[in-house]
């Protein structure tokens, strides 16, 4: 349940992703459309980074991506857009599975 006012607090998103092997080409496409319009809805990113190894656990993602919003809205505009929605087919190709959560501070 969100708290009351938090809509319009700073929050970050981190989004966890595997690759398709066979949907690379979709991949790429996705990242190269998905990332400045998330930059453009106000998005900053933290950390992009490529998985090496597990040190506990299994490691279960290839790459994962840190962004802070301004606020919930400007995540809901980007992730809520007819520009969004054209490239999830490119998303549901090159990607095996991806999570996109939003997070805040403890």
């Known amino acids: 349940m969100k708290q009351q ?5 700073k929050v ?4 966890s992703a595997v690759f398709n092997p066979a949907g690379m080409a979709s991949a790429q496409e996705y990242m190269q459309r998905a990332i400045p319009m998330l930059i453009e809805h ?3 990113i933290v950390r992009r980074v490529k998985a090496e190894r597990a040190i ?3 490691q ?9 919003f ?7 505009a980007v992730f809520g857009s007819d520009a969004y929605a054209e490239i999830v087919p490119l998303r549901d190709t090159g990607f095996k599975s991806m999570d996109i959560v ?5």
Do not use: F, Q
């Open 42 to 44: 106000g998005g900053e």
């Open 60 to 68: 279960k993602c290839d790459a994962y991506l840190v962004m802070d």
């Open 5 to 9: 006012g938090t809509m319009n607090a």
């Open 56 to 58: 506990v656990g299994a």
């Open 70 to 76: 301004p606020s919930e809205r400007a995540v809901d």
């Open 102 to 106: 939003v997070a805040r501070s403890m």
């Open 12 to 15: 970050t998103i981190v989004i």
